[in-house]
């Protein structure tokens, strides 16, 4: 796996809102369906999840 996969940054190519699940999912080799899957579900259990998304949208850099 190259660098640029390797590193956690929001790609400009597989955004749905703001790339933040697509980039975890390349930066842990899954699909970017299954963590935006997984963030989905973990919406259901009580937590700060909303807010962790909001801080990494603001914290990643763009590819």
């Known amino acids: 796996m190259s660098d ?11 955004r749905r809102i703001a790339g933040v699940c697509s980039g975890l999912a390349r930066r842990f080799g899954m699909s970017s369906g299954m963590v ?18 909001i801080i990494l949208w603001a914290l990643l850099p763009n590819e």
């Open 4 to 14: 640029l996969a390797r590193r956690l940054a929001r790609p400009r190519d597989d």
């Open 36 to 53: 935006r899957l997984i963030f989905v579900l973990s919406c259901l259990l009580p937590g700060p999840q909303f807010l962790i998304y």
